[in-house]
């Protein structure tokens, strides 16, 4: 399980609460609960916190790699 650094933990903030984030295992978990009452939970992949909100993570997701190498639109 990688371990986030705490010099890292404490300039990062839940991008749909804005309140500081704590490791919990594989993931990182808001502070603070958001309007729902529940507090957002974001994954660390490689080391690398994904700190998308949920609905965007998921079209991040949809869209595929393509959409993001630019040599993918080059004609041939």
Do not use: F, N, W
């Not at 958001?34 to 994904?50: M, Q």
């Amino acid at each position: 399980m990688p371990k986030i650094s705490p010099e890292l933990l404490s300039i990062l903030r839940c991008p749909v609460t804005g309140a500081s984030l704590i490791q919990d295992g594989e993931e990182l978990v808001a502070a603070v609960a958001d309007e729902s009452g529940v507090k957002p939970r974001y994954a660390i992949e490689d080391g690398i916190p994904l700190l998308l909100p949920p609905e965007l993570l998921a079209a991040a997701a949809a869209a595929g790699l393509d959409q993001h190498d630019p040599a993918a639109g080059t004609p041939a």
